[in-house]
């Protein structure tokens, strides 16, 4: 397993808060990156394009002050998520803004392209691109990626179907760079399980809607806090890709989830029937870890559990410490 060494020396455990559509923002990465873990966002989220430059002006800012005022406790990097498909006519001026601000860790999804990891390398950043799949890691990895997101089975939003363990055992047959796992982790306990599939990093969405800081409205918060396993359904209908969605919010939308027809895989469809019900702002998605989630906190406190359970589980099973220049065992 490979894990760089400017991540090493500044997580307090092995994670990464995923970039959320819409959800995210720079009050939640900053909380996320103070915390110790990465914090991420998707370019996207940034509107008008122009606003992208704003956040990225903030959060360069906010975490240098941070790292001035306690440089015992410096703030883990922080990544901005990039979509790499035909259809996003912002791609090169948002992968512009990665640059000029050399932002540490840029995220790649649906579709790897070499000019955007050459871009980003340019500076020394790192790029990590999220797969459903072990033909599409490799493929990842051959246009240039530096590592690679496993985005398994109870995954949050565009999910895919296998196994996490089986998927982290086919990718490390052939490679032994950084990897992290998605896939319904949302306790201390499910990161050592990653790390101990073969994985270098959780990579936790979900559970981190229910914060304060996230930009999501009050009842999808609640959704989440209330919700379970049971109450995730996958499908392909709202985007054309299948995904992972609440059934409650189907359910608002006046949908019945037990009998959804098929989407259109060869468009982003977000037509259902007669009516438009746009994907991520009235169907909310989720992955199945919800049901560790139990109120809506901030997002530090949200680490602090994660990391006591992390270091409760890792004494639990007598394994060795952590990366210790970060990472302060709790209990």
Known sequence: MSLPEFLKKRLRIPAIGSPLFIVSNPDLVIAQCKAGIVGSFPALNARPAEMLD???????????????????????????????????????????????????????????KEDVNEAIHSYGGFVLHDVINNRFAKKAI??????????????????????????????????????????????????LAAEAAGADLAYI?????????????????????????????????????????????VVLAGLDPENLPDGDPSKMNFATGGERRKVWKDIWGSGQGIGAVKAVVPAAEL??????????????????????????AEG
């Open 303 to 328: 680490v602090d559990r994660l990391a006591r359970e992390y270091y409760a589980a890792r004494q639990r099973i007598g394994a060795a410490a952590w990366y210790p220049a970060r990472a302060v």
């Open 142 to 191: 051959e246009k240039g990626a530096d590592g690679l997101i496993l985005v398994a089975a109870g995954a949050g939003g565009h999910a895919g179907k296998i196994n996490p363990i089986a998927l982290v055992q086919e990718v490390r047959e052939w490679f032994d760079g950084t990897l992290a796992l998605s896939g319904a982790i949302g306790t201390g306990d499910g990161i």
């Open 205 to 249: 969405g979900s559970a981190f809607i229910a914060t304060k800081e996230a930009n999501a409205f009050e009842p999808y918060k609640q959704m989440i806090v209330e919700g379970s396993a049971e109450d995730i359904i996958y499908t392909n209908l709202f985007s054309g890709v299948h995904g992972n969605y609440l059934k409650p919010s």
């Open 54 to 112: 704003e956040w990225l002006k903030r959060i360069t800012g906010e975490l240098a002050e941070w790292d001035a005022k306690h440089p015992d406790r410096l703030s883990a990097p922080f990544a901005v998520n990039q979509i790499v498909h035909r259809t996003n006519e912002r791609l090169a001026h948002d992968v512009e803004m990665c640059v000029k601000h050399k932002v540490p860790v840029v995220i790649t999804s649906l579709g790897a």
